[in-house]
Structures are given as C-alpha cells and as structure tokens.
C-alpha cells in the first residue's frame, strides 16, 4: 500500500490521455489501400462460354494459382455442353458472369427478364460455389431499358470499345463499364498493362482461346499475363477487382462514431448484389486509441499485416477499434461509475507494455509484463522492486522484481508463491504451442503454469536447479489449444525461488502436412508463411483452395527447412500447419 499514491498519479495521466483523444479521433478512419497494394490491376474476361476455353484455357489457368479471370457465359453457344469445365474453373476461383439466354441484341426488343434475369439460375446450377455479380451486353448494345434490368442482380455491367483503363478515384458508371476488345495487338494490349500498372484497372475482352473466334493466341496471352506478372498487377476476377474498387469509395466515406473505449465504423454495402465476401486491405487510423489498438469484426480480432494495413471483411459492414484489453464486444459492457472529481477507475488500465500486444508464437520477455500496476497487471508479494537495489537504471518502475538494468537482459526473479504476471498477447493462430522457459534456480522444488483468460493450460512446470542463480538453463512445456486472437496470458509462480528471463512459444505440429481444405464457401483465400518463431515471412492472397499447390508455388524462394502455413476463409476461419521445404 505505500505506493498507493504512485500508482494513483499513473492512473490520472493515462485517463487524462484518453480523455483527449476522444475529443479528436477521425471522423473517416478507414482507407482503403489502391488495388489491394499491387501496382494496379487487370482483369481478363473471356466471353461466350466457349469450347475453347475449356480445352485451350484452363489447362494453360490451371498451372497459374496467381491469375483468376472471368467467363462471360451465354446458353447461345457452348456453355451447355461444358458445362463440368465451367464448373470446375469456377471452384478453382474463376468467376462465371452472366452473358444473356440467347446472345440477342438487347436493345431490340429482347425480353430482358428472361435474357438477363432468367439466366442467372442457369449459370448457378452449374456448382453451387458460383455467385452471378456480374453481368456483359451481347455485342456491347446497351441502354437504359438494359441497365435497369441488369442493375437488379448485378452490381456492374461491362461494355466494350474502348481502353478499358479505371483510376482508383474516380468513380465510374457501374452499369456503363468500358473494356478493351482484344483486336489482335499484343503492342495496344501490352501498353494498357502499362499504363494499369501507375495505379489504374484494365479490362481485357476476348473470346476463344487458340480457337474458336475472335482467337487471342496461348501464346500471347500467356505474354500478356507475363507483363502483368512483371509489373506487379494484380490479376483478379472482374467481380473480384470490381467489388474492391466499388467497395472502397463507400469505406473511405464511412463515418465513425465514439465508443466507451475506442470507437465504430459502420458502413451500407453499395449495392444489393455484391460478392458475399470482399476482403479489403485498408488502413485503419487508430492514433486516437493510442498504440496497441485492436481492430474487431463482429468480435473477431483482426490481427495487422506486416506494413500495418488490415484485411478486413467489408461485407461485415462494421468495425471496432478499442483499447487493447477492453472487453470483447460480445459481452456486456459496463459502463465504469466516475467519482466525484470525474476519475475513473483504474480497471480499464491494463494494456501492453510495448504499446502492442505480444505476438504468440514469439517470445515473451518476462520484464514486459503489461502496464496497469498491482492487482492489474501482477501481484506482487511485496511493494518493493527488490531487483531495482542492484541496477543503476531500473527497467520497470513499480512493485515487480526486476533485476538488471533498462536495456539490458533484465530478468524476474525473487519470486515467491502466488505471485503472477500479466502479459496482452495475441495468438496469431489457433493451436497447441510448445514452450521452452530460461530459468535459473539453486534450490529445488520451484514451479510454475501459465493461464490463458484464467484458464490453466500448461499445468504444473517443474523448474530444474541450474546450481546458481545466475546459471540459466531451459525447461520445455505444452500448452492446451489456444484460440487465435487476443488474450491475457498469465505466468503464476506456485512454488517459489527461481529467476526466469523469458519463454519462446512455437507452434505445434497438429495438422498433417498435405491436407487439403473442404472449402463450404467460395471466396479469398489469404495464405501466411512463418517460420517457427512466428515470424511472417511471406503472404498472398488466392482463390486456389489446394494448400499443397499454393505452398508449392510459396515456397521457391525459401531455404530448406521446416516452416508453418496459415490459412483463412473469408477472413474468417485460421488453420496453421507444419510445411517442409526439401530438395526433393
Ligand atoms: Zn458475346
């Protein structure tokens, strides 16, 4: 108790913090990074449903997990007959787009419900995966009459005749968009994926492949798809890069409002025949939460990207940004009583040492334990930092038992039974990790468990005596599965007199490698590499379901050795497992 008035002054000066920071949060926090953060973007959309595609295209599309295009079906020709072609295409992450009954002029006294509406069905039948967003003029003959039936189920109509070139901000008419019919020109084509590449969207239109009519040769697509490759395009659906650039001029506008802790984003889909998932990489200004923000979907964490940006789910329709430790939105939230000099309790205090949370696998330093103070963040047995007498520069300046000076390899020790330290951190993925403990102790009998949300998942942890406080030697644990997203790790001493510097968590193997995923929805697959201390080495998004085939392709540029591969569907389920990259 007799630093009582400390721990009070802290508290006043991190509320007062808050205070003022939600006096100046942004009103539109969310941008959305240009064409997913490639240099741009190109679609190649193949019309007509053609035997060509099935027999020249795809087996040329099946070698590529880094291209997904679009066909634009019709009943006039093919599609009936291939239909288990265009099947598959459209589970191996192609879009199939909605290219009329019939193939008539529409603007000639079609009937529209039928030639446009009607075949919606039709193209569905094909896989239950296939969703119809997207919707192509026979012969680019269009008018209002047109556009309103389309505008029903489809939320953007191509035409054709010019460049087919998009800037990032300017918004086109959705039911007027332009592409370029491929007349033959590898050079005119060539130029347009340069010009994509400063920042703007192609749109590339042809029809058979290697056949047919209207050919564009393997030949000279597989160039084109070589200079969008090289100039680092990304190569989506037109219903996969058109949501994301329809999308974002509705997230960049979204308001938010404050919340107790942080505050919501909440935003109106633009168009009731949007994709049921559009991932979106946006940055997310949280400077008015302060330094380890967490952003939350529907409750669910939204971990960051390696540069900062978050992939979120647009068609959730809302986000949350709070202080880290707040109560996930789920529960009830209890408004914190003010006492009569407008000071809260303390109770929301808790937050990383760092400003972010520690990252599982990783490693957790035992000195950073997180802020918040006695009873909060640690219980210690006395008030004293019995550490702090052998330091010129105490690391932490409360009641733990910190050896070592700031900056140098400080450790906890002095520990006595029932004491116990807090540490936010964040479980990248879902599992079972293995732990290895650096502990020095010259008596016996010392242990310790770890609890995650106050659950115990290691059990008891014997530590060894080293022969001498400072001869540190290691102990290896595992723990229970621990469920991705954050949590508040505690570390409880229940049999005294040890020192403990740190423990590493690494992942387990719990998966088998070569298990291929049973997708129930379509959509984008993100897939993350880590090495086995968690740390991201590479990451891509994907339609392509087959983990071994997208690890395959992953992997060229890693050295040989043991790896994990994270995947998500729709932003939404995590599975890690253990991958191996050998010479073989
Ligand atoms: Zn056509």
């Given at each position: 108790?007799?630093?009582y008035?400390?721990?009070?002054?802290?508290?006043?000066a991190?509320?007062?913090?808050?205070?003022?920071?939600?006096?100046?949060f942004?009103?539109?926090p969310?941008?959305?990074?240009?064409?997913?953060?490639?240099?741009?973007?190109v679609?190649?959309t193949?019309?007509?449903?053609?035997?060509?595609?099935?027999?020249?295209l795809?087996?040329?599309?099946?070698?590529?997990?880094?291209?997904?295009v679009?066909?634009f079906?019709?009943?006039a020709?093919?599609f009936?007959?291939?239909k288990?072609?265009f099947?598959?295409?459209?589970k191996?992450g192609?879009e199939?787009?909605?290219h009329s009954?019939?193939?008539?002029?529409?603007?000639?006294g079609?009937?529209?419900?039928?030639?446009?509406t009607g075949?919606?069905?039709?193209?569905?039948n094909v896989?239950?995966?296939v969703?119809?967003?997207?919707?192509?003029?026979?012969?680019?003959?269009s008018?209002?009459?047109?556009k309103?039936?389309?505008n029903?189920?489809?939320f953007?109509?191509?035409?054709c005749?010019?460049?087919?070139?998009?800037s990032?901000?300017?918004?086109?008419?959705?039911?007027?968009m332009?592409?370029?019919?491929?007349?033959?020109?590898?050079?005119t084509?060539?130029?347009?994926?340069?010009s994509?590449?400063?920042?703007?969207?192609?749109?590339?239109l042809?029809?058979?492949?290697?056949?047919d009519?209207?050919?564009?040769s393997?030949?000279?697509?597989?160039?084109?798809?070589q200079t969008?490759r090289?100039?680092?395009?990304?190569?989506g659906s037109?219903?996969e890069?058109?949501?994301y650039?329809?999308?974002?001029?509705t997230?960049?506008?979204?308001?938010s409002?404050?919340t107790?802790?942080?505050f919501k984003?909440?935003?109106?889909s633009?168009?009731?025949?949007?994709p049921?998932?559009?991932?979106l990489r946006v940055?997310?200004?949280?400077?008015s939460?302060?330094s380890?923000?967490?952003?939350?979907q529907?409750?669910?964490v939204?971990?960051?990207?390696?540069?900062?940006?978050?992939i979120?789910?647009?068609?959730?329709?809302?986000?949350?940004?709070?202080?880290?430790?707040?109560?996930?939105?789920s529960s009830?939230?209890?408004?914190?009583?003010?006492?009569s000099?407008?000071?809260?309790?303390?109770a929301?205090?808790?937050?990383?040492?760092?400003?972010?949370?520690?990252?599982?696998?990783?490693?957790?330093?035992?000195?950073?334990?997180?802020?918040?103070?006695a009873d909060?963040?640690?219980?210690?047995?006395?008030?004293?930092?019995?550490?702090?007498?052998?330091?010129t520069?105490p690391?932490r300046?409360?009641?733990v038992?910190?050896?070592?000076?700031?900056?140098?390899?400080?450790?906890?020790?002095?520990?006595?039974?029932?004491?116990?330290?807090?540490?936010t951190?964040?479980?990248?993925?879902?599992?079972?990790?293995?732990?290895?403990?650096?502990?020095?102790?010259?008596?016996?009998?010392?242990t310790?468990h770890?609890?995650i949300?106050?659950?115990d998942?290691?059990?008891?942890?014997?530590?060894?005596?080293?022969?001498?406080?400072?001869?540190?030697?290691?102990?290896?644990g595992?723990?229970?599965?621990?469920?991705?997203?954050?949590?508040?790790?505690?570390?409880?001493i229940?049999?005294?007199?040890?020192n403990?510097?740190?423990?590493?968590?690494?992942?387990?193997?719990?998966?088998?490698?070569n298990?291929?995923?049973?997708?129930?929805?379509?959509?984008m697959?993100?897939?993350?590499?880590?090495?086995?201390?968690?740390?991201?080495?590479?990451?891509k998004?994907?339609?392509n379901?087959?983990?071994?085939?997208v690890w395959?392709?992953m992997n060229k540029?890693?050295?040989n050795g043991?790896?994990?591969?994270?995947?998500s569907?729709n932003?939404?389920?995590?599975?890690?497992?253990?991958?191996?990259k050998?010479?073989?």
């Amino acid at each position: 108790m007799k630093h009582y008035t400390f721990f009070f002054s802290r508290n006043i000066a991190l509320f007062c913090g808050f205070m003022m920071s939600v006096y100046s949060f942004a009103a539109t926090p969310v941008t959305t990074v240009a064409w997913n953060g490639y240099s741009g973007a190109v679609s190649f959309t193949f019309d007509d449903g053609l035997g060509s595609q099935i027999t020249n295209l795809k087996p040329m599309l099946d070698q590529m997990d880094d291209v997904h295009v679009t066909l634009f079906v019709t009943g006039a020709y093919a599609f009936n007959q291939n239909k288990t072609g265009f099947a598959a295409l459209a589970k191996a992450g192609h879009e199939l787009g909605n290219h009329s009954a019939s193939h008539p002029y529409l603007t000639q006294g079609a009937n529209l419900a039928t030639e446009v509406t009607g075949f919606i069905q039709t193209i569905k039948n094909v896989d239950p995966v296939v969703e119809v967003t997207t919707f192509v003029t026979p012969y680019c003959s269009s008018n209002d009459n047109v556009k309103n039936e389309v505008n029903k189920n489809h939320f953007m109509l191509r035409n054709c005749g010019g460049q087919g070139l998009f800037s990032w901000g300017q918004e086109p008419d959705w039911m007027n968009m332009d592409s370029h019919y491929w007349q033959g020109n590898l050079a005119t084509s060539t130029g347009h994926l340069n010009s994509a590449a400063g920042g703007k969207w192609h749109v590339h239109l042809s029809h058979g492949v290697g056949g047919d009519w209207d050919i564009i040769s393997t030949n000279d697509l597989k160039s084109l798809i070589q200079t969008a490759r090289d100039k680092k395009l990304w190569m989506g659906s037109y219903s996969e890069v058109g949501a994301y650039y329809r999308a974002h001029f509705t997230m960049d506008k979204a308001q938010s409002t404050a919340t107790s802790d942080g505050f919501k984003v909440t935003w109106t889909s633009p168009h009731s025949a949007m994709p049921k998932s559009v991932p979106l990489r946006v940055k997310i200004d949280v400077s008015s939460v302060g330094s380890g923000a967490v952003v939350e979907q529907k409750g669910k964490v939204i971990s960051p990207e390696s540069d900062g940006s978050y992939i979120i789910e647009f068609m959730a329709l809302e986000l949350d940004v709070k202080k880290s430790g707040s109560q996930p939105s789920s529960s009830t939230s209890v408004p914190e009583s003010s006492s009569s000099t407008g000071i809260t309790s303390s109770a929301s205090a808790q937050s990383p040492f760092s400003g972010s949370p520690i990252a599982i696998p990783g490693t957790l330093e035992m000195e950073d334990y997180d802020l918040g103070g006695a009873d909060e963040a640690y219980f210690d047995s006395d008030d004293v930092n019995e550490g702090a007498a052998d330091a010129t520069t105490p690391y932490r300046n409360d009641g733990v038992d910190v050896g070592g000076n700031a900056g140098e390899n400080a450790v906890v020790g002095w520990t006595a039974a029932g004491e116990w330290l807090e540490y936010t951190v964040n479980v990248l993925s879902t599992g079972i990790f293995e732990f290895t403990a650096y502990v020095a102790t010259s008596q016996d009998g010392s242990t310790f468990h770890i609890e995650i949300d106050g659950t115990d998942v290691s059990g008891e942890v014997a530590v060894p005596n080293s022969g001498d406080w400072n001869e540190y030697t290691t102990v290896k644990g595992t723990t229970q599965s621990i469920s991705a997203g954050s949590h508040i790790l505690r570390f409880a001493i229940d049999q005294p007199s040890f020192n403990i510097d740190k423990i590493e968590f690494v992942a387990s193997g719990t998966h088998k490698v070569n298990q291929n995923l049973n997708y129930q929805t379509t959509g984008m697959v993100k897939y993350e590499i880590f090495d086995l201390k968690g740390h991201l080495l590479m990451q891509k998004n994907s339609m392509n379901q087959n983990v071994n085939q997208v690890w395959k392709n992953m992997n060229k540029s890693l050295s040989n050795g043991t790896y994990l591969i994270r995947y998500s569907e729709n932003g939404k389920k995590y599975k890690t497992q253990k991958v191996y990259k050998t010479s073989l």
